[in-house]
Each structure stands twice: as C-alpha cells, then as structure tokens.
C-alpha cells in the first residue's frame, strides 16, 4: 500500500466541524510515516493531511471584521450557558416528533415548529455542504479552548477549485483514479445487489472503499451520510462523462489522457462554477443580491489586492477565509436539514427507502443501519435524486427554513455510541451547541455589531427575546443572529442582509481571486455540455449528463 494510501485510509475514519460541515470530532495522531506534506506548489491534498503537520504556516483563517470586539468574554461560564442554549429540548430544539421517518415527510403535524421551505428542493442543503469541503478544512482548532484565526490551518485551496474532488491530481494520488479505459478516469463502484432494489433493475454505484469500508476519496467529510456521499460519487461521474463527451469528438480522438483530462477538469470546474454562481447563490441569498456583488463589487471581502483588502492575503498573496463566513454565515446550512429523507424509491412494486438522516439509537456496527449515516455499503444505500431536485416529475421535496430551529435529530448526533465517519467523539452531541461554543472559542463579533457596519437594520431585543435568559439579547452570537435574521426578515426563504453580504461576498470574492475561474478568465463564458436549456446549467443538468439519474418508470 502506498504512504498515501495509508494516509487517506487513517485520516479517514475522522470528522471535523469547519464551515457548513454538519458533525466533528477531534483529530487524532497519526503516525510519523503517514505525515507528509499533501501540498506541491499551494495546492492541497485530497487527503486530509496529518494533524500534527499543517502544509503551510500560512495556509490560515483570517477575520472580516477585525476592529469589532467579541459578543461576549471567551470563558467557561460563557461556553456553557452556549451549550445549553444548543442542547436537545433547548431553544433551537423545534422538539419534532421522530416515531416514523414517513409522516415525518407527509405529516406537517410532526413539525410544526420546523417549517418546509418552499423556495428550496432538499438537494440544496446537500449541495452546500459539498461546496463548503471544497473551501475549508480545520482539523485543529479545539471544542473547548480558545482558537485564534490566524494559527487555525486551512487545509483546503480557498478556490472553488475541486481540491476535494482532484486533489493534486492522478500523479501524486493514482488510488483515486482509474486508468483502465485508456483515459484518466476516476474509480467507482458498483453496489453488489442494487439492481434488485432499484426501480426498472438500474445497477447503482458507490464512492470506492477500502476492507473497511472506508471510502478513498478526496475529502473524507463527504462520507458523512449517504446523501453526501452519492453527491461526491455524481461528481466522479460527472468528471468521467465529461472524459467521454471529449474522447468522442473527432478532433480530439487522437489527444493524449493528460491533455483529455486537463480540458475535463476545466470544464467540470466551470459548470460547477456556473451553479454556484447562477443557481445556488441567488436561491440562497437572492438574485438581488448576487448581481448587486457582482455589479459593484466587494465591500467588506474582496480578492482585490490593495491594501485596504490585504488583510485577506497571506504572505504569499493567497487569499484566507474570514473567520466570521466559516464559523458563523456559511452554518445556516444546519436550519435546513431535514429530519428525514426518502432516498430512494426501491424496486418495482417495492417500498421507498425512507430514513432519519440520523438515528443515535442505531447500532454502529450495524452494516446498513435504518438512518443515513456515512461509512456504509449496503444494496439500498443509494440515492434518487428525483426526490433531491425538481426534474419536472413532481417527485422533489423541499428543505426546511433557514431559522432558529434545526432539526431534532441534529441535536443527538450519533458517535458517542461507536466510530461514525464525520460524527462526534467528544461528548457534545448536539450540533447548535458546537457551532455556538465556536463563536467564544474565536472571539467572534455579535450579529448586531456586524449590522452596524453594514448599514443595515439590527434585530432589536424584542426579537432575541428568547436569548434574554442568557443574557444576550442585546449582544447576540453572530449564528444565531443570522438564522434569526432570515426568519425575521426573509420568511426563512434566504438568508437576511447581514448573512446574505457575508456569503455572497465571500463567494464571489474567491471565485474573482481565483485565476483559473471562469469569473476571472472570461465573466460572459456560457456552458457548453449539453442541458435542458442551451447556454444554462443546472445542478440537474450536472446529474443528468453524469448519468446518476436512472428513470423511474
């Protein structure tokens, strides 16, 4: 087995709580022969690189806005009150009724105070998860001290480059790819049994896996459930479809592998640009807002060089997410999760696989548990995404509201119980309760402040009424504000001014800082793969040209 390898395979087994990534657990040591430096030329690893050797000193976090003091003193007694705030049966608990994942879908009376978003299929969520592994990943910064931006590694490229799909590339990591076409393709696998529980007898497929289950991929946060996990394997896909769409042109039939697989990177990385930009954004922000970024450009996050944005550059000028997107804005992600998911439609005649997407009480060593978690190969383990994005069959769902209610279930994570890829180790099982505990760990600035320099309406006390127990109605952890904000003021549809600035800024900022983007190459670029509508892509156009979406009748 190669030093990589072994690498990937011991990092693999960890979870880590860094941006919209929904679950952590600390890092462990590995050891002494599995340390290396994943990184040539600034570029990261698809593996998760040792804790105890970050790749670069100045691979780091920095802050947004970093004249404005802490909401509140990084104490014990601060942290704690936090926790609770956080725990099951607290504040953010919308108490859902969790006795059937079915009616949990079918029953709005399940979760009353959990509304549906109507604006927003339940694929979303999933998507943004995905683009967060691509930006950040802090394996260091600990649950209970506190952390300084500025010494909390990055071990992701700040690029929507695909790092977490490609890393450095077949060269450096050859067990993520699979030469045997003649092409440079990535590995899949096929799920052993799928046919006889997929409708019409479509073989299914998995992220490639180790003994142990253990999937080899590039990031191993997108193991955390199986939602997320089909989503990375439909980008495997996607990247092989589009190997296939250039081998079959004649002009290109006689190019080698290396230069077929330098024209399917760009191209995967431009469409998947283009939906960030053209799809996920303005439903999570609003168009507005997108084009007002796009239009006048940066004003508190920018890729431009100057010295009034040179605080978001290391020392070799490469640009750092701020502290305030990762730990705070980019979280709302977590209001959205819905408790439970109907993954798949089964056979023929045969029941749909619905689930919790978390079920603490399942045994861990059960090899197809009865919730989503991550880790697994099972012959029903696979998703359909009709349910995930809209195809026009009227078979999607929505995902919840981004306000202060996440789900129950993500208030008990499971891996207190035995190893779960993604999931917590550490005693603090509740998802709120972690992100909060963050907030003093970085010194991060209220919600209010923030608004403050904005220039846009703060939530008064009258609002935060139920953090006035905690005494923080009137300094509010910037999470918390945001999520408020959204309910407040955007009917939980997307997210308010002092989010949707920091997100899209943030977004567009990187996107402009990368010079291989097509925002940077060439803004009026138009996708050219196939898709429903010519000039346009969406994300399921993305699966459809992968070849993920079999018909369900």
């Known amino acids: 087995m190669s030093r990589g390898k072994r690498a990937l395979i011991s990092m693999s087994a960890l979870g880590i709580l860094s941006g919209y990534a929904m679950f952590a657990f600390p890092a462990i040591a590995v050891s002494g022969d599995d340390r290396r430096d994943n990184r040539r030329d600034g570029q990261n690893s698809v593996h998760a690189p040792g804790p105890a ?17 802490a909401f509140a003193p990084a104490t014990d007694e601060v942290r704690e009150q936090l926790k609770k705030l956080g725990e099951k049966g607290g504040v953010l608990d919308p108490l859902d009724d969790l006795t059937d994942p079915i009616t949990s879908i079918t029953d709005p009376a399940k979760s009353t105070n959990n509304p549906n978003n109507p604006n927003m299929t339940a694929g979303m969520t999933f998507i943004g998860q995905f683009l967060d592994h691509d930006i950040t990943l802090d394996l260091k910064s600990p649950l209970l001290q506190p952390s300084d931006p500025r010494r909390t590694t990055n071990f992701r ?25 003649g092409d440079i393709k990535f590995r899949v696998d096929i799920i052993p049994g799928s046919e006889a529980v997929s409708r019409k007898g479509a073989v299914r497929y998995d992220l490639p896996r180790d003994a142990n289950n253990n999937a080899i991929i590039g990031d191993f946060r997108n193991d955390e459930h199986v939602i997320l996990s089909q989503f990375h394997l439909a980008m495997l896909r996607f990247h092989n479809a589009v190997i296939d769409h250039l081998r079959a042109k004649r002009e290109l039939v006689d190019a080698s592998p290396e230069r077929i697989f330098q024209m399917a990177q760009s191209l995967v990385r431009w469409h998947y640009q283009w939906i ?15 084009a007002d970024i796009l239009r006048r450009g940066a004003r508190f996050f920018s890729a431009d060089d100057s010295p009034s944005f040179g ?48 079920d603490d009480s399942a045994d861990p060593n059960d090899p197809d548990p009865n919730d989503l978690r991550g880790g697994k190969r099972a012959a029903r383990r696979f998703v359909d995404w009709q349910t995930f994005f809209d195809f026009g069959d009227g078979n999607s769902r929505p995902n919840k509201k981004i306000d202060t209610k996440l789900s129950t279930v993500l208030m008990q994570l499971p891996g207190s119980r035995g190893p779960a890829p993604g999931l917590p180790s550490d005693g603090v099982q509740s998802l709120a309760s972690r992100n909060l505990m963050r907030h003093v760990n970085f010194g991060l600035p209220s919600g209010q402040a923030i608004a403050r320099v904005l220039g846009v309406p703060a939530l008064t006390p ?44 943030v977004f567009v900022g990187l996107l402009k800082a990368d010079r291989t983007s097509y925002l940077s190459v060439r803004r009026n670029w138009k996708p050219e793969l ?23 009748n």
């Not at 970050?54 to 404005?68: A, Y």
């Not at 929507?160 to 076409?181: H, I, K, T």
């Not at 029941?351 to 978390?358: L, N, R």
Request: charged letters at 20%; aromatic letters at 12%; zero cysteines.
């Open 311 to 358: 605080r978001f550059r290391n020392a070799r000028r490469d640009i750092m997410i701020p502290i305030e997107f990762s730990v705070a804005a980019y979280r709302f992600g977590h209001s959205q999760v819905r408790p439970s998911y109907r993954l798949n439609f089964g056979p023929d005649g045969g029941a749909p696989f619905f689930a919790f997407i978390f």
């Open 276 to 290: 960030i930009v053209n799809e996920f954004l303005p439903l999570t922000i609003g168009q507005d807002r997108v």
């Open 53 to 69: 050797k970050p790749s670069r000193q100045d691979d780091v976090f920095t802050r947004m806005f970093s004249g404005l003091p």
């Open 462 to 505: 009258t609002q935060l009424t139920e953090l006035q127990p905690f005494g923080i109605d009137r300094s509010s952890p910037l999470w918390f504000y945001i999520l408020k904000e959204a309910e407040v003021m955007e009917d939980g549809l997307r997210l308010g001014p002092v989010g949707g600035q920091i997100v899209g800024e």
């Open 530 to 552: 196939p898709s429903a509508t010519p000039g346009e892509f969406h994300i399921t156009d993305l699966l459809t040209f992968a070849g993920v979406v079999p018909p369900l």
């Open 157 to 181: 490229t700040a690029a929507f480059d695909l790092d977490s799909l490609y890393g450095n590339g077949p060269q450096d990591m050859p067990e993520l790819y699979d030469r045997s076409s």
